[in-house]
């Protein structure tokens, strides 16, 4: 039977809440932030990673949905920008307990959430007025570096992008040593991704990776489970993992695969081939002279293929929209690309030139592995997460920009939303105040974890009036943010404050919880 939870005891349970989940987060934030003990897999790991610890916090009762609910700011954010979790989970929790005040002196919560909303879309405004571009290798270095707390890994992941580009896929795996390293590979990557969400590896990320597989290239729709169970039993009994290109498939072959794979027979993938006609069976063509495999069309008949006919690839990544197939070593694709730029030279239709271009360029395309390495799994796995997020907040500064870092972005805009909040009609006011505020914090909690007095240092950031201006946490010093590589992705802390407030302004107009 259900219960529910109403009145006082529902804000004393969204309080309890939000307390617990920005209590296990906070004390990471900052190039002082200390790690978090938590069980990943049944073994105890170690991390700063705040979507990583925020989920790994169990609770029980009313507190625990609220608490659910606010480990989605933590998901969310990690989805859109890749980090800034723990900065969205702490601006939450400020934006909430300043309006819990406000509500229990009897504002009205629907005129909180709508002063909330308009004051965040000004300090988003202000951010991206004070953002500027990526402009030189040393920019992605500092941005990688702040994102890790590791200048030697920022320097790495700058060489990776370097090299292979922003968006090229980079990989993270084990280098079974004790150092990181990166290696550059090929990768040929295309605009399609699996039928189903059900062939996902990382459920967190909806994303299937699968190494080394066998690769079964089909100019058709697989009409039935019939036509592919023979090579999906020749695959199994090889001990290894079948990935489908296919026009299309019907329901039946594709539970086929489903239920083969969450029992644990045969993990699999079914990737839709991209374009349409002609221009499908070309890519199908690309892909196979890139895999080494035999094309299956309607004069092939499925049920005869042998496992010599499969393509091989060292990975492959994808996800709903898109997937990246990383080149067997054992696979030679000169011959196939030279033939291909002949061709290309051959013609002087634009359409055919623009379309033999992307052919080549994807055959050509490069990609990378990070290689991590380290004395213990502990170890290891913590330096992973840490590059992950590095890796991603890199990628959205390159194609959005940077602002200042260390919370001194969202602290300059605080003089210009107090002089917005005099527009503000008087029930709107108390929610633009809950942003300015809550948007003090996480610079606030950056000093508090280093143990520093933090009300003078906040004054001279947000009285300054260069835009630059901040507060060096790990030296110690007053400095100019974008000269010292102290510096954020824009998304990042878009993401951050928007996802906060979302989920801040939802639980604020809560007054019952329903267990």
């Known amino acids: 039977m259900s219960k529910t939870v109403n009145g006082l005891k529902a804000i004393n349970a969204i309080k309890n809440g939000v307390k617990i989940i920005v209590d296990s987060v906070s004390h990471t934030l900052g190039p002082v932030g200390k790690n978090a003990i938590i069980t ?49 989970t702490i601006l939450a929790g400020e934006m909430i307990n300043e309006g819990l005040k406000y509500i229990s ?19 988003i405004e202000l951010l991206k007025e004070n953002s500027k571009p990526i402009e030189t290798k ?11 707390k590791d200048e030697e890994i920022g320097s790495l992941i700058s060489t990776a992008i370097s090299n292979v580009g922003a968006d090229a896929l980079i990989t993270i795996g084990e280098s ?10 090929q990768g040929f990557k295309f605009e399609k991704g699996y039928f189903s969400e059900q062939f996902c590896t990382n459920k967190a990320k909806l994303e299937s990776v699968i190494n080394n597989p066998y690769i079964f290239v089909v100019n058709k729709t697989i009409r039935s489970a019939d036509e592919i169970l023979p090579i999906m039993e020749k695959v199994r009994q090889s001990n290894g993992e079948l ?3 296919c026009e299309d498939i019907e329901k039946d072959a594709l539970l086929a695969l489903v239920v083969n794979k969450v029992k644990g027979v045969l993990n699999s993938l079914v990737i839709s ?20 495999a035999k094309l299956f069309s309607d004069e092939n008949d499925l049920k005869f293929a042998e496992i010599s006919d499969l393509g091989r690839a060292d990975k492959i990544v994808s996800n709903s929209i898109e997937t990246t197939i990383i080149k067997s070593d054992n696979v030679n694709i000169d011959e196939y690309v030279s033939a291909l730029i002949e061709l290309k030279n051959s013609f002087d239709n634009l359409y055919d030139l623009d379309v033999l271009s992307e052919r080549i360029t994807r055959l050509n395309g490069k990609s990378g592995s990070i290689l ?11 330096r992973k997460l840490r590059i992950e997020d590095a890796l991603n907040s890199t990628k959205v500064a390159m194609s959005d920009g940077i602002v200042c870092g260390g919370g001194v972005a969202l ?8 002089k917005y909040l005099l527009t503000f009609d008087e029930c709107e006011k108390y929610g633009g105040k809950i942003i300015i505020d809550s948007i003090k914090m996480p610079l606030k909690q950056m000093l508090r974890n280093s143990g520093i007095e933090s009300d003078d240092i906040l004054n001279n950031v947000i009285s300054s009036e260069d835009k630059n201006f901040g507060y060096d946490l790990l030296h110690n010093k007053f400095c100019n943010m974008m000269e010292s590589g102290i510096v954020d992705p824009l998304k990042v802390t878009i993401s951050a404050l928007s996802n906060a407030c979302s989920v801040a302004s939802s639980l604020l107009t809560t007054d019952v919880i329903v267990l």
């Open 40 to 88: 990943k897999d049944g073994k105890k790991v170690i991390t700063n990673d705040g979507v990583s610890i925020a989920k790994s916090v169990q609770v029980d009762g009313a507190e625990g949905c609220v608490a659910e609910i606010l480990k989605e700011v933590c998901i969310k954010t990690n989805q859109i920008a890749g980090d800034g979790t723990t900065t969205a």
């Open 372 to 382: 991590v390495g380290g004395l213990s799994d502990v170890e290891v796995f913590e």
């Open 176 to 185: 079974g040593k004790s150092s990181t390293e990166f290696l550059l590979k």
């Open 105 to 123: 002196f009897g504002e009205n919560p629907i005129l909180l959430r709508k002063g909330m909303e308009k004051m965040t879309q000004k300090v």
């Open 243 to 245: 990935v489908i290109v």
């Open 273 to 292: 081939a991209p374009y349409y006609k002609d221009r499908r069976l070309n890519f199908l063509y690309d892909l196979c002279a890139y895999t080494n």
């Open 138 to 148: 040393e920019d992605i270095k500092n941005v990688a570096t702040i994102s890790c």
């Open 411 to 418: 602290l300059k805009c605080v003089k210009e939303c107090e």
